[in-house]
């Protein structure tokens, strides 16, 4: 799940809300967390732009607004988190090789057998 998304109906609704974001402990599957990412393809037609774009999005300023707004981790050195995020160092980590979870065809064949795509 999305974490961000709870911080903001907490946000919306007040403490007296009452879910709230369970971190899975153990470094199984459950514990993956991931933050939001930019990129660019390389057949843009308007790379300069594109790399302003990217550079902007990773500078302090914009990397504190996501961080301070919408409730994400930031990925530039000296950002602070929100208060309501536990420090992403605190995080249980996943004992698992990313690389083994680039099976593309594997995970749409599941999703097929399990009737999610037809």
């Keep these: 799940m999305n974490h961000y998304y709870l911080h903001r109906f907490i946000a919306a609704e007040g403490e007296s809300f009452k879910a709230r974001n369970y971190f899975l402990p153990g470094g199984g599957p459950g ?9 660019r393809i390389d057949t843009g037609a308007n790379e300069d732009n594109a790399m302003k774009f990217i550079n902007f999005l990773l500078s302090p300023v914009a990397q504190q607004y996501f961080a ?3 409730y994400e981790y930031p990925l ?9 995020l536990t420090p992403i160092a605190e995080l249980p980590k996943i004992d698992i090789d990313l690389s083994d979870l680039v099976d593309l065809q594997g995970t749409v064949d599941l999703l097929t057998e399990v009737g999610a795509l037809e």
Excluded: C, D, N, P
């Excluded at 530039?76 to 929100?82: A, C, L, Q, R």
């Design 68 to 70: 301070g707004q919408t």
């Design 31 to 39: 514990s993956l967390v991931m933050v939001a990412g930019v990129g």
């Design 76 to 84: 530039v050195e000296g950002v602070k988190i929100h208060r309501e």
